[in-house]
């Protein structure tokens, strides 16, 4: 890893070295928390977790060949160099800020209440056709995610796309110090995380701190159908390149047409001309993604052609309304999280499946004082759409039920308080044929319906 020497990363966050003035000139190879992972010439960050304490696997890393160790307790018999902080959390971010800036790559920085793993997904698939891309892999987008994201970056990299997530004031103000973004990729300001941000205007306020350290030269690029968005009309005398659904927009769609639960059609126009584009994810969501990723590509130097080339090659992701067929079902996995707007927007895409629709809906966090109300808003949406049967499981949701019914008394709705009650239900509400959509946030361990759903009958 260029410059990453032993004695480069202890100055670089504050720590004391340890160990022999021969190591102290070696770079490591790789940088991972993980002890199963650990590789010869690498260094093992121990991070103190809630449940595993990561110091005690120091012994067994150098068996495995670490080069070295960064720690916050001295390790009793240690076989090698360590470099000891405060904080191995705090020492990784400034390690990370450290190492961006020894490599020449271009970063691309995404963020938004809703849709930023789409769109990160659709920007990096959009510039492979063109430069060497890593992308945020997972949910790696956070304090402890993103410099671990950074390591992954080699001199061969050319752009990194970086998802960068937040919940608290400050945290995005430290994620793009390390960053250091070249573009930065606003999706939306919604109701999200209003346990810790307040309103809207605070969810723009936290993340807009996403400019904080932007380049110079950088490219900034916002939706403009966002009406907090639309309002920020220069950033560090950067001048937004906006995108929408209107003519208005730098660069804009038109004649939008669904393909089901296969895909989304559409015109996109930019500074270059206008293309016809595949999306093969549904939703006209997808389209503002690709909307923002052209913008994105085009400040990069791409073409219009490698651009559509891009996104028609786009994957779906796990839990990000993957469409699979298993078991004469069609279900739509987007059970990775869930907030009122993505709730909204799956509901609506899912009602263009041609097929008897059932949506299994889960409860949605931090939202704070406002969490019955906008259950509710979710519900009374879900009751205007062709859905037909609505499955309702947890405590919040009996609410997203409640307004649903009274929007549509002729909905047929279930609820189950928990996720064992609801796997004990599904199997006797779903036909052959059905389309089943299965939404809530994280915490309510969703996947295991989807796994429940699409798991093969043992024979």
């Known amino acids: 890893m260029k410059n990453l020497t032993l004695e480069h990363i202890a100055g670089a966050c504050g720590g004391t070295y340890y160990g022999t003035e021969a190591d102290a000139h070696k770079e490591i190879t790789a940088i991972t928390t993980d002890s199963r992972t650990v590789t010869p010439g690498g260094m093992f960050a121990a991070i103190c977790g809630e449940r595993v304490d990561g110091h005690s696997f120091i012994a067994d890393v150098f068996e495995k060949g670490a080069l070295c160790v960064l720690c916050e307790k001295k390790p009793e018999h240690p076989a090698g160099a360590y470099i000891q902080v405060e904080s191995t959390q705090k020492a990784l971010m400034a390690i990370a800020e450290y190492y961006r800036r020894q490599l020449n790559v271009k970063v691309v920085g995404v963020t938004g209440s809703v849709g930023k793993t789409s769109t990160k997904e659709i920007i990096a698939s959009v510039l492979s056709k063109k430069y060497r891309v890593l992308k945020t892999i997972g949910s790696f987008n956070n304090e402890l995610g993103l410099p671990l994201t950074i390591f992954r970056l080699t001199e061969e990299d050319e752009v990194a796309v970086l998802e960068m997530g937040i919940n608290h004031f400050g945290e995005m103000h430290r994620l793009s110090r390390i960053a250091r973004p070249d573009c930065c990729v606003i999706t939306n300001i919604g109701n999200c995380h209003l346990e810790f941000l307040g309103d809207r205007d605070g969810v723009l306020k936290a993340k807009s701190e996403i400019f904080d350290f932007i380049a110079p030269d950088g490219t900034i690029v916002l939706n403009g159908d966002d009406d907090k968005l639309a309002a ?23 004649d939008i047409r669904g393909a089901g639960l296969e895909g989304v059609k559409c015109n996109i126009h930019d500074k270059e001309g206008s293309f016809e584009v595949t999306i093969p994810i549904p939703g006209a969501h997808m389209v503002q993604n690709a909307l923002a990723a052209t913008a994105v590509a085009l400040a990069l130097g791409m073409k219009n052609g490698e651009i559509k080339n891009g996104m028609e090659e786009l994957k779906a992701l796990s839990g990000r309304f993957r469409v699979m067929h298993a078991n004469g079902i069609t279900v739509v996995d987007d059970c990775y999280n869930a907030n009122p707007a993505s709730m909204e927007a799956s509901l609506r895409t899912f009602s263009e499946a041609p097929q008897r629709k059932v949506a299994v809906l889960g409860d949605m966090g931090e939202l704070g004082e406002r969490a019955r109300e906008l259950h509710e808003q979710v519900g ?5 759409l062709p859905v037909s049967l609505l499955v309702c499981v947890g405590t919040l949701s009996r609410h997203l039920a409640a307004a649903a019914q009274k929007e549509n008394p002729a909905l047929r709705i279930i609820t189950a308080d928990t996720l064992d009650e609801a796997l004990a239900i599904l199997p ?9 959509l299965v939404k809530a946030s994280h915490f309510m361990h969703f996947e295991k319906i989807v796994d429940a759903l699409t798991r093969q009958p043992e024979e």
């Not at 009374?380 to 205007?384: D, E, L, M, N, S």
């Not at 006797?428 to 089943?436: F, L, M, N, T």
């Open 428 to 436: 006797k509400q779903i036909r052959e044929g059905d389309a089943v």
């Open 232 to 254: 920020l009309h220069k950033v560090k005398d950067i001048a937004p390149v906006f995108f929408g659904m209107t003519q208005t927009r730098d660069v804009y769609a038109t």
């Open 380 to 384: 009374r949406i879900a009751g205007t």
